[in-house]
């Protein structure tokens, strides 16, 4: 059991080794893009949710 865990940490170590990871600058333009569609999305969706609520109001309640 020992021997398979061994075999599987080295093998973890070198597939990371392969993997091309993203540069500072990168992942900063990358958060900040997922940063400013959320709040697109959550600024479209919370307009909808004003007018629904205000519709509601005004012709049902």
């Given at each position: 059991?020992?021997?398979r865990i061994k075999t599987f940490l080295k093998e973890v170590r070198l597939e990371i080794k392969k993997v091309n990871w993203p540069t500072r600058q990168?992942?900063?333009r990358y958060t900040?893009?997922?940063i400013?569609?959320?709040v697109?999305?959550?600024s479209?969706?919370?307009g909808l949710d004003f007018i629904f609520t205000a519709l509601l109001?005004?012709?049902i309640l």
């Open positions: 059991m020992l021997n990168e992942t900063l900040l893009i997922v400013g569609v959320s697109a999305v959550a479209f969706l919370g109001t005004k012709f």
